[in-house]
């Protein structure tokens, strides 16, 4: 059973550095084909994706973020990391982690997201 | 990057009907690398189309992915009251994503 959780901190501070951790099972990052991506979705707003990070630890990062971004990825611990740098209200939103599995593509796997607020 | 565009932004329906959902990329894409969500309210998004067409593991046949290029459509043959939510189109290269901004499903 393949399940993803995030964790992090609900409310940061403009200018702070939000840190978040996407726990998963059911699979292994290490596994040919892997990939975890971190989207986020502003209240009532679209999903943006932010960043992946595949089964050979290649990263991509979303152009307009990339400045502010870091993905890492822990394979013992079955987790992948995600940190945003210089934080702002706007960046208020339900962080996703989730999962896509080539060759089909898609995101099959989503954790139930977790919504950070920036707020002084 | 490419840039995909939903329309329309609302679309108003009665159980039963059929409705079609454009996305249209701002540049030619491979057929393989798109993708249909839907969402609910407070709920993630669900993974209906892959690869354009093909279906993911437990979606009713009642949804279709049609398309190939710029131009693609998620097809709902005959609406039930579980349809009526929001829905993404997805491009996943191979290197960057990008979503649309959605088409809310609602009842008319």
């Known amino acids: 059973q393949v399940t993803l959780k995030e964790s992090g901190p609900a409310l940061v501070k403009p200018t702070q550095t939000l840190t978040l951790t996407c726990t998963f099972s059911g699979f292994s990052l290490s596994t040919s084909g892997m990939r975890v991506s971190w989207i986020r979705q502003p209240p009532g707003k679209a999903l943006e994706w932010l960043a992946r990070i595949d089964w050979d630890d290649d990263k991509f990062y979303s152009t307009s973020l990339k400045t502010r971004l870091t993905i890492s990825k822990d394979t013992s611990k079955n987790q992948v990391v995600l940190t945003m740098t210089n934080m702002d209200p706007v960046d208020t939103a339900t962080y996703y982690c989730a999962r896509m599995r080539l060759p089909q593509g898609g995101f099959d796997y989503w954790g139930q997201g977790t919504l950070v607020t920036v707020s002084s | 990057e490419v840039v995909l565009t939903q329309s329309p932004g609302t679309l108003s329906l009665s159980p039963g009907e059929r409705a079609a959902l454009s996305c249209r990329a701002s540049e030619s894409v491979t057929s393989s690398y798109l993708a249909w969500y839907q969402q609910k309210p407070g709920r993630a998004p669900r993974l209906l189309i892959y690869g354009a067409s093909s279906r993911a593991t437990g979606i009713p046949d009642r949804f279709s992915g049609s398309g190939s290029g710029t131009d693609f459509t998620l097809s709902i043959s005959r609406l039930e009251p579980e349809d009526f939510a929001v829905y993404f189109c997805?491009?996943?290269?191979?290197?960057?994503?990008?979503f649309g901004q959605g088409t809310k499903v609602e009842i008319k």
């Open positions: 997805q491009h996943y290269g191979n290197s960057l994503y990008t």
